[in-house]
């Protein structure tokens, strides 16, 4: 099936830095959600962006919907322990749009 | 506010066993999904439904039989378990487009 292309796959940061992590399809989506999953849990939902150019913020965290609609970006400012984790994206797309797309993760890791 | 909840957390079956994992939700959310988590494959649908009475297949459905008499539940039958089905198994519910996953139950069958 369809999936998106999220990297980078995995990250090794020292706490305090910035994260950035990003997807991208080759089709047009009307929806970028973005999770974290932690051991052992089910993914949690952390961001929803529905319109091309959107910028949201949750908390230290920060996602925007691109404007050609076929990519998004996760932002993590000043990370902290509790950060790590595997985080997801996913999206609608236009065609089929009652199925989520997901991404395959990028996993991070923060040295104290 | 439970959300979803999935039971049992953790299972440990023989090959040829039935088993069936339980979903439910307190939101009644028309749509509800199954999904397994495997190392290098990412979450893939099994099956998913819209409303009761209402399935449909997934993009790994073989194997997998789903039910939905009432809103609130989405159980999953493993009809003949065999060992290339142990994996992670995530239950969603959606409303609009925000998609919320259960806890997840393990299951290894052996």
């Known amino acids: 099936g369809q999936q998106l292309n999220q990297s980078p796959q995995s990250m090794f940061i020292q706490e305090g830095e910035d994260v950035s992590m990003n997807c991208t399809s080759s089709s047009i989506f009307n929806t970028w959600l973005w999770y974290k999953q932690d051991p052992g849990e089910g993914p949690v939902l952390l961001i929803a962006l529905y319109k091309a150019g959107e910028l949201t913020s949750n908390g230290r965290l920060t996602a925007q919907f691109g404007i050609t609609r076929k990519d998004s970006f996760l932002n993590i400012s000043a990370s902290i322990p509790s950060d790590v984790g595997i985080y997801f994206c996913?999206?609608?797309?236009?065609?089929?749009?009652?199925?989520?797309?997901f991404g395959q993760g990028t996993r991070l890791t923060i040295n104290p | 506010d439970a959300g979803i909840t999935q039971s049992p957390r953790y299972k440990i079956t023989e090959t040829g066993r039935q088993v069936t994992l339980m979903c439910h939700q307190t939101w009644s959310h028309s749509y509800m999904f199954w999904y397994r988590q495997d190392l290098g494959h990412g979450l893939r649908l099994i099956y998913y439904?819209?409303?009761?009475?209402?399935?449909d297949k997934g993009e790994v459905p073989d194997g997998y039989v789903v039910s939905r008499s009432k809103t609130e539940n989405f159980p999953l039958t493993l009809e003949s378990a065999t060992r290339s089905q142990t994996s992670v198994y995530f239950c969603a519910s959606r409303t609009g487009r925000l998609q919320y996953f259960g806890p997840g139950t393990r299951l290894t069958v052996t």
């Open positions: 439904s819209a409303a009761a009475d209402i399935t």
């Open positions: 996913a999206g609608h797309p236009l065609q089929g749009a009652q199925k989520l797309v």
